[in-house]
Structure formats: C-alpha cells, structure tokens
C-alpha cells in the first residue's frame, strides 16, 4: 500500500473494549500500527484509553436521564439471569460474555465518522443487536477468538453446539436446552440477519478459526477470510542479551525454557500439562525455567526458576526472548497466540501443543516441535528433543526469524487488510 494508493483515502475505525490490555488488543493495536505506517487513515475507538496516542480516541457515553433509567433497569435483568448459573458453572474456566451492553443504543450514536468499521474484541462494549441494524456502513470483523460465533463462551473446547444452536451449555453448567446461552445466540442470528454478505466481512488470524467460523451457522452465511496476525518486526528481532542474561544470575551453559504465566487458573493455557512435563524432565543442560506474567506462579521445580513479572517494555521482552534458549505454549486450545508470534520473530524456537492456529507458526523441523494435544509425556519428550542439540536449535531459530519476515509482518499484514477493505467497500 502506498500514499498515492486510493485505499489510504479509506477512514477505518477499530472498535476494541481495551486498547492495548490483553493478548487481543494487542493484535488488534498492531494491524491499526501497520495501516497507519502503510499511510492509512485509521482510528482505534474504545471505552478503556491508556495509551498516549491521538488516534486512540476514548469512547465517553453521553445518556439522557431516559436512557440511564432504561439501561439499569436492563441490566438488572442482565443480573438476574446470569446469576441463576453462579453455582452451576464450573471453576476456573475464562469469562462467559453476554451478547448485550451497557451501551446499548449510546455508542451506535456516538461513533467517529468512518467508510468502514472493523471490529476485534468488543465483549461488554459493543452491543451486537444494537450495532447491526443501526450503523450502516460496512463492517469487518477479525475474531480474536469464538465469541462472535458462540452464545457466549470465548473457547467452545469439547463442545460443538456452536455449529448449530447454542443450548445446555457446558460452561454455564446448564441442562437446559433454552438457557442463557441459547437466547445469547438466538439474538445474535437476529442481528446479523440485518447484515448482508457483502457488508459484513469476517476475518481470522489462523487457519483453525478460519474453519470453526466456516462451520458456525451464525457466521457460514459470510465470507471468512484467513489473515494472520503481524508484528513489528524491527523491536521483537533477535538481540544481544549477554547484560540481561548477567542480571539473571544465568550461566553461559544453561538452558533457558521460557513460558508466559499469565491466566494460570484457566485450565484452557495448559499450565498444569506444563508444569507436569517439566517435572518429569531429564536433560544433560542445567536447566532455568523463566517465566513472564503479572503473577508469580506456584512452582516447585526440580531446577532453578526465575519470575521476572509482568513486562511493559517491547524491547525488554524481546531481549528475554532472545535469550531463551526455547518457548512453550502450552494452550489447549487459542488461535494465533502472541507468545508464538513474538518468539519467532526474536529467533527462538517454539514447543507446544497442536492446538488451534499454533500449527500455523509452529511447524516440526523448522521453527519448533508440536505434541499431541493435552499429552503430557509426548510435550516432555518435545522438550527433551529440543533442548539435546545446541546446533538444531540454532538452525530452527534462523528458520523462525525467516518465517517471521516473510509471512508476519505489519506491513504484509497492512496491505491484506488495505485489499479487503477496498474489495468490502467496492461491492456494498
């Protein structure tokens, strides 16, 4: 895409609930980062601004005393029903959204003027049965995960419902076939039937989403194309991480196995099939667990861990992991994680599961090794593997910065959406 482009004259506006907090919108930051450096006039609108970015523009919902005293008495209806499945649903699983806001008829009014609205991850922001028959420009969609699909749940795991009509959701613990879920779902399949096929456009980062939206009855009706995510390819690259190495108390032989200990209570990340292949692991290496997130997880290790906590700095993060030696993602299920992402770029390989898009950049004998989803002795023995070979893991690490600057980059990634959206705009 380039200034001259006809595509650049496009006004695009990304609907996210946050902005750069959370795996989605940062994925999400970083395709309105490509458009823009590609000379895109591209907003990011959103409820929860924390970046000093002007074109972050922070949704304030201006509501007559009327709609106020609607939208309590709404949602005091909201409350009740989800509060019949408090002690049916299960433990430790990650949020079940409704289909319905707060915003309710408010943001719909008060949006930035745009050609094309691109939606990403709006759980509590945006109102689906609001926003569909009411804002009548073109949309697309990018699905950071099920949601947009589901009655609720952001992760179907085991259960197919979605593929047909949501009902007896096991996350909500309900045996009912008209439970929460199901009205969720039915509201959605009523909203997007204001939509038509060429003015709603949905878009997944991973081959695996991809197929599930294609397999969805909500969303089989529209076209689902495959993008992947990109990155800045210039901060997360490999560097010299000797100093930092130092600071961590490392030795020149160790072997460091990087993981991100974020949501460690979700059986969904996989924690505990890490944790449990970990323990069980033999390597003639010293081995250093080192591991990234806000909280410092439980461990007890039969090596030396260290938490460095949560990491703000790009830069930093790349240098952490540049100096691993390896990355795990242990997810059970997710669609084109981050972690993976950003380990390629700085050069080292990736052990995980094959599970959902991690396939797509985790491929065995070049940028890493894939166990058998939730088998414990098969990602051991990828661990085992992976770290017996100083050499091998030298040569998978070139191969992933490769991968990285051939198929992941901010501008490949501008110039798919550029494309789409100049495809959307020419047919609605």
């Known amino acids: 895409m380039s200034p001259d ?115 990403h991850w709006i759980a509590g922001f945006l109102d689906v049965g609001s926003f569909m028959p009411m804002v009548g420009k073109p949309v697309v969609w990018t699905l950071h995960d099920m949601y947009a699909l589901t009655g609720g749940c952001h992760y179907a795991m085991d259960c197919d419902a979605y593929t047909h009509e949501c009902g007896h959701c096991p996350q909500l613990g309900s045996c009912d076939a008209r439970d929460l879920a199901h009205a969720s779902w039915q509201r959605k399949a009523r909203a997007y039937a204001h939509r038509s096929p060429t003015d709603l456009h949905i878009v997944a980062p991973s081959r695996w989403l991809q197929g599930v939206a294609r397999q969805s009855r909500l969303l089989r009706e529209f076209p689902v194309h495959c993008i992947p995510y990109g990155i800045d390819t210039a901060v997360f690259r490999p560097v010299a991480a000797e100093g930092l190495r130092s600071a961590l108390g490392l030795l020149v032989e160790d072997r460091v196995v990087l993981f991100v200990a974020d949501g460690v209570g979700n059986p969904r990340k996989g924690f505990q099939a890490l944790i449990d292949a970990l323990h069980g692991l033999e390597t003639p290496q010293t ?71 991690i396939p797509d950049m985790v491929r065995p004998g070049e940028t890493g090794w894939l166990a058998p989803v939730g088998r414990v002795q098969e990602l051991r023995e990828a661990l085992r593997v992976a770290l017996a070979d100083a050499s091998t893991l030298r040569g998978y690490g070139q191969r992933c910065r490769e991968v990285a600057e051939q198929e992941y980059t901010l501008g490949a990634q501008a110039r798919a959406y550029a494309g789409l959206y100049a495809q959307v705009l020419g047919s609605a």
């Open 5 to 119: 482009d006809d595509s650049t004259t496009m006004k695009i506006c990304h609907l996210n609930t946050f902005d750069v907090q959370g795996g989605a919108a940062r994925a999400m930051y970083r395709i309105h980062q490509g458009l823009v450096r590609a000379g895109a006039d591209s907003v990011v609108y959103t409820p929860n601004k924390t970046v000093d970015d002007a074109r972050v523009l922070q949704h304030r919902p201006h509501r007559t005393l009327p709609q106020k005293l609607l939208n309590r008495i709404r949602f005091s209806g909201v409350a009740r029903e989800f509060g019949r499945y408090r002690k049916t649903r299960p433990a430790g699983l990650e949020q079940f959204s409704d289909d319905r806001t707060y915003h309710w008829r408010v943001l719909e009014r008060q949006l930035p003027p745009a050609d094309l609205y691109h939606l």
């Open 287 to 357: 081995m250093v667990a080192l591991s990234i997130g806000p909280h410092p997880p439980r461990l007890q290790l039969p090596f030396r861990h260290i938490h460095v906590g949560a990491i703000s700095s790009d830069g930093l993060l790349a240098a952490l992991y540049s100096l691993a030696d390896l990355s795990v993602v242990p997810s059970l299920a997710d669609n084109l994680p981050n972690v993976a992402l950003e380990s390629l770029a700085c050069g080292t390989p990736v052990v995980g599961f094959d599970a959902g898009g």
